[in-house]
Every structure is written in structure tokens, then in C-alpha cells.
């Protein structure tokens, strides 16, 4: 935009120069993080001013006076939008120091009101001037107009109604809303009295207010002030300086920002609210993950503004539906009259990617307040980027009330419900595979030395010590082994790193005592690494009390013959399994897989190929990704699955063997029909427990 940059790098050096009134509750507010504090109110002012100008062009009774030689000082003062018909317009905001601007700075802003005056209204002006990066940052995630129609189609909003946008940004709800009930003939000041906008950003509520008085300037009466119902306040400020009343509806994008990004008076504000709901003791993590302040802002604007048989549609990052740190958010059960809430149903636009620039998985949540709790399952509806809509259902993992939600048909949910039981006994028990915790000294590349020893060479560029010494040696083979990474395996399909072993010196849990007496040189392998080996998290922690050359999560099952493995993250489940390896620099022996593998022990490779087969059946990997992809994949898989052990008398049990045996052989290939047989009998096998 002409003269644009130029009023920009002016204002920044202004306020360089000379803080103004209002930049320090600013920066407290919206500059918190932030690298160039100065540039970003610079460009905050310019765009509030943007915004003025925007208002009095749309209003008949102003517009001419944007032609006036000096704009600066009326455009910052309510008196002359108030005899035009807007009342409390601007408003008293942080950005006002531009009505006192001084020369060079004032003749630069002039320029740019001319500019804008000049050029057509145009929307969006915020999101096209700051960065994406830092609106992500500041979790500025700004609704298409599309997006605010949706939802308040699904929330059955009817003009007239009351709404709240308890975060309201720009205001695309709010204006929405207002067009709406413009449209239907109920009255401009009708349209607008039940409408309500709060925002902490003063520069969010000033553009909220033009857009609506832009959105009814022509049914404006200068002998009758209409004031834009927009304020500057917190969801998280209990106290009587907001005072909303509650309402039926309230509709919304809350920020998808983590706590720990919040200003530091805003984030110390979260624990007692995070108590309050249930959500944790600490205010910025659950159980190592962060407080999604979205959630909070959706329990707070429930327990604050919504009336018992009100409803709320929200836009959130899916996430929230699946997460250890959405956990408590899932109960929608907040205190006071608007809880339990239930859940209507739910809206999943990752297909769309409706948010530009943002990668997250949006979803529409629609609940109301009051109504006894959710009965599962419920309405999911994901939307295609054809405008299609695949209806499916979704509920927590059963036997829970709060868990991560499964998606899929009414079959789907009959089987779920007698495949997942946290409360029945496991018939199976997974374990995690080796943690070194300095992989680059413990994962070698090795070649054969002669005389029954064995040259190895380190890597420390594999672990979290690259600046540990390479070093070769030569030990016994005694406590070498094949290694497995998480990064090897795929359905049906594992084999060992091509170029890497493991040195594991223990068969139980800890470090093997007698190493330096029966395995010399492996134990003298360890010696130049004992300060950085007694430094491990999982050693000092655990096992302080050990050899040095101890590992973590290692024990006799680490050596089973048979396993059945899975990786701890993936985008989506899979198993496979592996028996007694040739390998030809140690011969016969066994693979140990390491820890970014979780693993089950078997007998046999009847029952291996069996469990294989179980887990990898689309209707039970489907389902195990559906609620563990965003947890990890970990002891879980099989420790909240009601499977049925393997028994060799069985005969779907021996077919279930016989077909995963066939498909490892082929490499993890699938003929035709087998997934559907696996399916089938998947749930043959269920449906008898």
C-alpha cells in the first residue's frame, strides 16, 4: 500500500525514541514474546488507523471530511463519529498518540490516510500486514466468513437471538450475525442489541467495532448514536469488570495458543482456573503437555455466559478430542448452571484446511449447557474439500468417560465396546524396548576381528551426545545383538538395522556386575565413557545404585526369542513380528529392539503371527490409531484391548496364525481379500468374548 512502509518505519522509530501513553499496557498484553515490540505497535496503530478511515468513508456524514488537510486529530476522538451516528467510537485506546504526531511523522500518516481514503474498502487488512508466522504465534487464527456461517447454521442461531463471541477478534461472527439480521428485516439496532464481542486486544476490538459499524453505516441516525457492542476483557477476568449477561448462544474461534505464550499476568491467571475445572494442579502442563488455552477459554465462557439450554459452537484443534492434555476439557462439565454440558455433535474440516496458512486439525464442537451429560455416541461429520460430508460417530474409549474419542460406524462403536476394557484382565503385556539413553555409545557398527572377538566402532552422531569421542575396539561378542529401530518396521514386516548392533551388558533389569571379570574387553568398551554414562536422566533416577553401564527398560523379556512389536509414534498402527535371527557376524541369536519400539513377548511363532495378525486387522488397527496416534503407541495397545489368547485349539485362532504367517513371508504384502478376511475374523474372535 502507497506510503504504507514509510508512515511504519516513521511510527517505529517514534516509539523507539519516546515510549507513548498506552505502549507499556500494550506490550503487556500483545507484545509479550515478541522481538520488535515497537514495530508490532507500530503496525497495530496504523492498522487501528486504517480502520477509522474505513468507518468514516462508510459513513455519508464523514466522508467528506477525509479530504480535510489535518485528519489525524478528529479521526482519533468520538465526538465527530458520535454526531455521524456511532457512539463510543474509537473509544479510548492504547494507539491515540498518533492525534498528537509531530512532524516528519505527522506528514508520513497524512500521506497514508490519503492513500486509504483513496483506495476502496478493503477487509482483512490485519491479516495481510502481519506476518502468518507471528499471528500463529500469538495463536491469531482469523475465521473466513464462511467458517462463522457454518457454525452459526449448526448452532440453529436464529437473528434477533442473542450471541456472544467471548474472543471475537475482528469480529467475523458478530458481523455475521448482524448481516443476518439486517437481511431478515428485524432492524438494524434489533439486530445489534442482542449481540456481544469481547477481546483482550484492543486493536482486535477496534477493528470489531468498524466492521460492524461499516457492516449497518447506512442505517445509522447521527440524532441517535448506536454504540458498537464490543469490549477490551478477558475470559479468564472474573471480576465485575466485564459484565456480560448470559445469553443463548455463543459462537467463536478461541486461540489455538499454548499457555506457556500467553502473557505472564494472563498465564498465572491459569492455575487456579485449571483447578477450578479440573484440568491439573499446574498451569502450564498436564502431565508434560501443555494447557491447550483454547479448552479454557470454551469452560470458562460456558460456567460465565451460557444459560442452562443455550448453545456453544467452537472452533478447536481435534487435539482436544484426543490428547492426555484434553482430558479433563472432554468432561464439558463445568460448575454452575451450564453444566454438564452435551455434546451435540462435531464438524472436522482437516480435509479442508479452511485456516490459511495454519496446518493444525480444525474442528467445530457444538454443545449445550445444562442438559444431564453427552449420551454416546454422537454425530461426526467429516467434511470433504468437495463439500461432501461422511457421516460417522464418535465416543470416548470405552470404560472411560473423558478418554480420547473413537470415530467410526454404529458396528464399529458395538465392536469398540467389547474390544476395550481397561477394567478386564490383559491377556497380553507389552513392554518398551531398550533405553540407552546415549545411543552413541551404545549402538555400534561392527565387523569380525578374529580370535572369537568382534571390531566395533561407535556413532555418537545417533544420540544426544554428539560430541562424545569415536572410539573402536575390539570385545567379546558375549552381549552383542541385531538391533531394531522404530524406523524399520511396517505392517506385517521388521528386520534388523543393516548396519548397526546393540550392546546390551545385562539380561536382567540392571547392568551385569560380573562384566569386568567374564567380558574384559566389553567392560573396558564402557571405562572412557563412565561421567557421561553416570549422567543419564534414566541412571541417576533409576538405577543410581547400578553399574555404570547399566540400561533402562531392559530385562529378561528384552531377550524373548518371539516378539510382536509396534512403533511408539506413528501416524498410524501397525504391527509385526520377529522370531530367532541369523546373523552373519554373531550367528544364531536374538534381536533386541530399542526404545522407540514397544514390544510383547510370546512363545512361539504360532501365537507371534496370531497377535500379528489380531492387531493389524483394519478394524482393530483403525482403531487403536484412532485414540492412541496423539498419546504415543505404547503398553496400551494391548493393555486396554480385551483379546483373546492364543489358543492353538481354536480354529479361527489358528486361521488368524496361518494368514499373518503367509503375509510376513510375503514381506508385509497383502493378497486380495485379506484384510477383509483378517476384518472378519477380528470380529468373530471379539464378538465371542
Given at each position: 500500500?502507497?506510503?504504507?512502509?514509510?508512515?511504519?518505519?516513521?511510527?517505529?522509530?517514534?516509539?523507539?525514541?519516546?515510549?507513548?501513553?498506552?505502549?507499556?499496557?500494550?506490550?503487556?498484553?500483545?507484545?509479550?514474546?515478541?522481538?520488535?515490540?515497537?514495530?508490532?505497535?507500530?503496525?497495530?496503530?496504523?492498522?487501528?488507523?486504517?480502520?477509522?478511515?474505513?468507518?468514516?468513508?462508510?459513513?455519508?456524514?464523514?466522508?467528506?471530511?477525509?479530504?480535510?488537510?489535518?485528519?489525524?486529530?478528529?479521526l482519533h476522538r468520538d465526538d465527530g463519529f458520535t454526531g455521524a451516528g456511532l457512539a463510543d467510537f474509537p473509544g479510548v485506546t492504547p494507539f491515540d498518540c498518533l492525534a498528537a504526531a509531530a512532524p516528519p511523522l505527522a506528514a508520513e500518516v497524512e500521506a497514508l490516510i490519503s492513500a486509504l481514503a483513496a483506495a476502496p474498502a478493503r477487509s482483512g487488512l490485519y491479516q495481510r500486514l502481519v506476518p502468518p508466522s507471528l499471528r500463529r504465534s500469538l495463536g491469531e487464527v482469523y475465521t473466513p466468513p464462511g467458517l462463522a456461517a457454518h457454525a452459526l447454521d449448526r448452532l440453529g442461531w436464529q437473528p434477533g437471538q442473542e450471541l456472544l463471541d467471548p474472543t471475537c477478534g475482528s469480529g467475523v461472527f458478530l458481523v455475521e450475525a448482524l448481516r443476518r439480521g439486517m437481511a431478515a428485516g428485524v432492524g438494524a439496532e434489533r439486530a445489534l442489541s442482542g449481540l456481544h464481542g469481547l477481546d483482550i486486544n484492543p486493536l482486535a476490538v477496534l477493528t470489531a467495532k468498524a466492521a460492524l459499524a461499516v457492516t449497518m453505516a447506512a442505517a445509522l441516525d447521527p440524532a441517535r448514536p448506536v454504540a458498537m457492542p464490543v469490549r477490551l476483557g478477558s475470559v479468564f477476568d472474573y471480576s465485575d469488570i466485564v459484565t456480560i449477561p448470559r445469553v443463548g448462544f455463543i459462537a467463536g474461534n478461541p486461540p489455538w495458543v499454548k499457555a506457556s505464550r500467553l502473557p505472564p499476568g494472563q498465564a498465572a491467571a491459569l492455575k487456579p482456573l485449571c483447578q477450578r475445572f479440573g484440568l491439573s494442579a499446574d498451569h502450564h502442563y498436564v502431565g508434560g503437555i501443555e494447557i491447550d488455552v483454547a479448552a479454557l477459554v470454551t469452560l470458562c465462557a460456558l460456567e460465565r455466559w451460557l444459560r442452562p439450554g443455550g448453545r456453544l459452537a467452537f472452533y478447536l484443534t481435534g487435539s482436544l478430542f484426543a490428547s492426555a492434555s484434553g482430558q479433563g476439557f472432554r468432561r464439558f462439565a463445568p460448575p454452575g448452571p451450564a453444566g454438564p454440558c452435551r455434546v451435540l455433535a462435531v464438524d472436522d474440516f482437516k480435509a479442508v484446511a479452511p485456516f490459511d496458512g495454519v496446518s493444525v486439525h480444525p474442528v467445530l464442537l457444538l454443545l449445550e449447557a445444562g442438559s444431564g451429560g453427552t449420551q454416546w455416541p454422537v454425530p461426526y461429520r467429516v467434511l470433504g474439500r468437495d463439500g461432501a460430508a461422511r457421516e460417522v460417530l464418535a465416543a470416548p474409549v470405552p470404560g472411560t468417560a473423558d478418554g480420547p474419542w473413537l470415530k467410526g460406524s454404529a458396528g464399529h462403536h458395538a465392536l469398540w465396546r467389547r474390544l476395550f476394557d481397561a477394567g478386564a484382565p490383559a491377556a497380553y503385556r507389552a513392554r518398551k524396548g531398550v533405553t540407552t539413553d546415549r545411543n552413541g555409545i551404545y549402538f555400534v557398527s561392527a565387523t569380525n576381528a578374529g580370535d572369537g572377538l568382534v571390531r566395533i566402532r561407535n556413532h555418537p552422531e545417533l544420540g544426544r551426545s554428539p560430541e562424545l569421542p569415536r572410539l573402536e575396539a575390539e570385545i567379546e561378542p558375549t552381549h552383542l545383538f541385531p538391533l531394531l529401530r522404530g524406523r524399520g518396521l511396517t505392517p506385517f514386516h521388521i528386520a534388523p538395522d543393516p548396519d548397526l548392533r546393540v550392546i546390551i551388558p545385562q539380561r536382567g533389569m540392571h547392568g551385569d556386575p560380573d562384566l569386568p571379570a567374564t567380558c574384559p574387553r566389553t567392560f573396558a568398551w564402557f571405562q572412557p565413557f563412565e561421567a557421561e554414562l553416570r549422567r543419564r536422566a534414566s541412571f541417576r533416577r533409576y538405577q543410581a545404585r547400578q553399574p555404570y553401564w547399566s540400561s533402562w527398560s531392559t530385562g529378561p523379556y528384552s531377550f524373548a526369542p518371539w516378539k510382536v512389536l509396534w512403533r511408539e509414534i506413528s501416524s498410524r498402527f501397525a504391527a509385526a513380528y520377529l522370531g530367532p535371527v541369523e546373523d552373519p557376524l554373531l550367528g544364531a541369536t536374538v534381536a533386541v529392539p530399542d526404545h522407540k519400539l514397544y514390544f510383547v513377548p510370546v512363545s512361539n511363532e504360532d501365537e507371534a503371527a496370531y497377535l500379528t495378525g489380531l492387531l493389524n486387522a483394519p478394524i482393530i488397527s483403525e482403531a487403536i490409531t484412532s485414540y492412541a496416534a496423539a498419546l504415543g503407541l505404547g503398553t496400551g495397545v494391548v493393555e486396554t484391548l480385551r483379546l483373546p489368547s492364543y489358543d492353538p485349539a481354536n480354529a479361527g485362532h489358528r486361521e488368524v496364525s496361518a494368514l499373518a504367517r503367509a503375509i510376513t513371508g510375503r514381506g508385509g504384502t497383502l493378497a486380495a481379500g485379506e484384510a477383509e478376511a483378517l476384518d472378519r475374523l477380528a470380529l468373530f474372535l471379539v464378538a465371542l468374548l
Open positions: 500500500m502507497s506510503g504504507f512502509e514509510a508512515a511504519l518505519a516513521a511510527l517505529e522509530t517514534s516509539v523507539r525514541a519516546d515510549e507513548p501513553p498506552g505502549f507499556a499496557g500494550w506490550r503487556a498484553l500483545c507484545g509479550h514474546g515478541v522481538a520488535n515490540p515497537e514495530r508490532l505497535f507500530a503496525l497495530h496503530a496504523l492498522i487501528a488507523l486504517a480502520a477509522r478511515v474505513e468507518v468514516a468513508a462508510a459513513l455519508p456524514a464523514l466522508r467528506h471530511r477525509l479530504a480535510e488537510s489535518s485528519r489525524l486529530g478528529w
